[in-house]
């Protein structure tokens, strides 16, 4: 959409943004207070954040906020763009403005940052019109202060020390108490002060949201706070309910997804993520990343209901996609994810060998391709193959290192150590490979490697428990099998792998529980039919034998 205020002058503008969001505009034109400003910025009785700017602006204030708090931070700089157009003394419209180039929990370029700074030192001079707006574009400075030079992550603690200061001042203040939250969970936190951090966040936001249950930008907000295994079921019944009253904006209808997936919730996780999907697809002209990454978590819900043909459905759009040669960092991990989950998930390593890996700027994705390459290779017995799709998944490390990347570095690592000990296996080195499966393991079962990132192309834990059991050692497969469900819960694979491990070490009634939640998962589906077979064909005698016994 072209922005607003480069096509109309002031009067049509006004009337265009009340037909967008509902503006009321009656009288305004003969109303001598519609041209002045409301005397102080306060929070009302229902949180609303009253600004100091004319009347007319105030609703487009309010959307611009609730995007903000909804990560929709292109849509919100259109709005506090029509919102400076209608008023251009309105510092609040720049402060938004500003604080849509700087996504706290997205990425940021040097452009963006840019306009960002443009926009904070016109809310500067315009002069704020008392202490609250004033105390909201000081802290701002932090963020855009020397940001060719500056460290980001000591921009970003700056900030969060403002937005401190300006709670406990101002402790009445929800939205002001949501942003300092939101700062609490910042990528920059050091590692020691996660969990401290975290629960503040948490306390902050349920005070909110026992005050007020339908807060949006709370709501949003404390699911990122939730979103960790060990936590996900304190965060069920918010994620229900943002999932109804999210705004219709694709990050926003996909968050409640997080906590779905964290307690194997799968249909509820699909229907958001189609919701999502069908919300991005609007804005495929400008940024397909959002699209990409509902689908990249479709293909991964479908796989675990053995949806398989909807999975690969997607698959093949994804494939035939002509190249994007400056993708975002969500579009160009989804695209290389979305075949690598496919054939990695079904065992199908033949097809895992069609795939090739393209240079990226996001070193992370081209190194997943690598990965899923190197295990069709080892699995496939043509070691050559695999050692040297290593060789590239290790270029991939080092270059995240190198541009430290450390997060993705980290991660990229539990990949390197997952393919390599698949490569040890198909060379017959048995232990060898087994040390690296539980590294990799160990890596991405780290507190906080759960969240920053779409899921993991296989857990590391399922594929040790799958060599055990190709190893013959049954009870130690079911072991494995077994700690990856506490993180992991409904997974198929994971099923299918604990059923078959229980069934051989002889645990007639655990292999029967595990075959039953197999069949109530994806027992109607029409693919997955040797695994379902399976599982009945077991459930069918173990009852007969049951019968027979008593």
Same mark, same amino acid.
């Given at each position: 959409m072209?922005?607003?205020?480069?096509?109309?002058?002031l009067?049509p503008?006004?009337f265009m943004?009340?037909?967008?969001?509902n503006?009321?505009?009656?009288?305004?034109?003969?109303?001598p207070?519609?041209?002045?400003?409301t005397?102080a910025s306060?929070e009302?009785?229902?949180?609303?954040?009253h600004?100091a700017?004319? !009347?007319q602006?105030?609703?487009?204030?309010?959307?611009?906020?609730?995007?903000l708090?909804?990560?929709a931070?292109d849509a919100?700089?259109e709005?506090?763009?029509?919102?400076?157009?209608?008023?251009?003394?309105c510092? #609040?419209g720049?402060?938004?403005?500003? #604080?849509?180039? &700087? !996504?706290?929990? =997205?990425?940021?370029?040097?452009v963006?940052?840019?306009?960002?700074?443009?926009y904070?030192?016109k809310?500067?001079?315009?002069?704020?019109?008392?202490?609250?707006?004033?105390?909201? $574009?000081?802290?701002?400075d932090?963020?855009?202060e020397?940001?060719g030079?500056?460290?980001?992550?000591i921009?970003?603690l700056?900030y969060?020390?403002? #937005?401190?200061?300006?709670?406990?001042?101002?402790?009445e203040?929800?939205?002001?108490a949501i942003?300092y939250a939101l700062s609490?969970?910042?990528p920059?936190?050091?590692?020691e002060?996660?969990?401290?951090?975290?629960?503040?966040a948490?306390t902050?936001?349920?005070?909110?949201l026992?005050?007020?249950p339908?807060?949006?930008?709370?709501?949003? %907000?404390?699911l990122h706070v939730?979103d960790a !295994?060990?936590r996900?079921s304190k965060?069920?019944?918010?994620a229900?309910?943002?999932?109804?009253?999210? +705004? /219709?904006?694709?990050?926003?209808?996909?968050?409640?997804?997080? $906590?779905?997936?964290?307690?194997?919730?799968w249909?509820e996780a699909?229907?958001?993520?189609?919701?999502?999907?069908?919300?991005?697809?609007?804005? #495929?002209?400008?940024?397909? =990343?959002?699209r990409?990454h509902?689908l990249?978590?479709l293909v991964?819900?479908?796989?675990? %209901?053995?949806?398989?043909r909807?999975?690969?459905?997607?698959v093949?759009?994804?494939?035939?996609?002509?190249?994007?040669l400056?993708p /975002?960092?969500d579009?160009?991990y989804?695209?290389?994810?979305?075949?690598?989950?496919y054939f990695?998930?079904?065992?199908?390593?033949?097809g895992?060998?069609t795939?090739?890996?393209?240079p /990226? +700027?996001h070193?992370?994705a081209?190194?997943l391709t690598y990965?899923?390459?190197a295990?069709? =290779?080892a699995?496939?017995?043509?070691?050559?193959e695999?050692a040297?799709a290593?060789?590239g998944?290790?270029?991939?490390?080092?270059?995240l290192?190198?541009s430290?990347?450390m997060p993705?570095?980290?991660?990229?690592?539990?990949?390197?150590q997952?393919?390599a000990?698949?490569i040890?296996y198909a060379e017959?080195?048995r232990d060898r490979a $087994?040390l690296?499966?539980?590294?990799?393991?160990?890596?991405q079962?780290?507190?906080g490697n759960?969240s920053a990132? +779409?899921e993991n192309?296989?857990?590391?834990?399922e594929?040790?428990?799958?060599?055990l059991?190709?190893e =013959?050692?049954?009870?130690?497969?079911l072991?494995? &099998?077994e700690?990856s469900l506490?993180?992991?819960p409904?997974?198929?694979n %994971?099923? &299918?792998g604990?059923a078959?491990?229980a069934?051989?070490?002889?645990?007639t009634?655990k292999?029967?529980d595990?075959?039953q939640?197999?069949?109530?998962?994806?027992g109607?589906?029409q693919?997955r039919?040797?695994?379902?077979l399976?599982a009945t064909?077991?459930l069918k005698? /173990?009852t007969?034998h049951?019968?027979?016994?008593?």
């Open positions: 072209n922005r607003i205020f480069l096509l109309f002058i009067s503008l006004l943004m009340a037909a967008a969001i503006l009321p505009l009656a009288g305004a034109q003969a109303d207070a519609a041209s002045t400003k005397s306060k009302s009785d229902d949180g609303a954040f600004i700017c004319r !009347p602006v105030q609703a487009a204030f309010d959307r611009g906020l609730t995007l708090h909804a990560f931070y919100a700089e709005i506090f763009l029509a919102v400076i157009e209608a008023d251009p003394d510092a #609040m720049y402060w938004g403005a500003a #604080m849509s180039r &700087y !996504p706290l929990h =997205g990425n940021t370029d040097p963006a940052l840019k306009n960002g700074l443009g904070l030192v809310a500067k001079k315009i002069s704020p019109k008392n202490a609250k707006e004033a105390s909201y $574009i000081a802290s701002l932090a963020l855009f020397d940001f030079s500056r460290d980001a992550q921009r970003l700056a969060q020390k403002a #937005m401190a200061a300006h709670y406990r001042d101002d402790p203040d929800q939205n002001g942003f609490l969970l910042s920059a936190v050091p590692a002060k996660n969990e401290t951090n975290r629960n503040k948490e902050i936001l349920l005070a909110i026992k005050e007020r339908q807060h949006p930008g709370a709501l949003h %907000t404390i939730y !295994p060990e996900a965060g069920l019944e918010f229900r309910t943002y999932a109804r009253i999210a +705004p /219709s904006t694709p990050h926003a209808q996909h968050m409640p997804a997080h $906590i779905f997936k964290h307690l194997g919730l249909q699909i229907d958001v993520n189609r919701i999502s999907e069908a919300a991005a697809r609007t804005k #495929m002209n400008r940024n397909a =990343g959002a990409l509902a990249d978590d991964y819900l479908y796989l675990q %209901t053995g949806e398989d909807k999975a690969e459905a997607i093949n759009e994804i494939l035939s996609m002509p190249p994007d400056a /975002s960092k579009a160009a989804a695209r290389t994810a979305i075949p690598a989950r990695s998930e079904r065992r199908l390593w033949t895992a060998l795939l090739r890996p393209r /990226s +700027p070193a992370y081209e190194g990965f899923a390459y295990i069709g =290779g699995r496939n017995r043509r070691p050559i695999a040297a290593l060789e998944l290790r270029a991939v490390h080092d270059r290192r190198a430290k990347e993705e570095a980290e991660r990229t690592e539990a990949l390197l997952a393919a000990g698949w040890e017959g080195k $087994i690296h499966l539980r590294a990799a393991a160990e890596i079962e780290r507190p759960h990132f +779409p192309i296989l857990p590391a834990r594929m040790l428990a799958d060599l059991l190709e =013959g050692e049954p009870q130690a497969a072991k494995e &099998y700690r506490l993180l992991r409904n997974r198929f %994971t099923l &299918y604990a078959r491990a069934e051989r070490a002889e645990k009634e292999a029967r595990y075959y939640d197999l069949v109530h998962l994806a109607k589906s693919s039919q040797r695994e379902i399976e064909l077991f005698n /173990s007969q049951t019968k027979k016994g008593q």
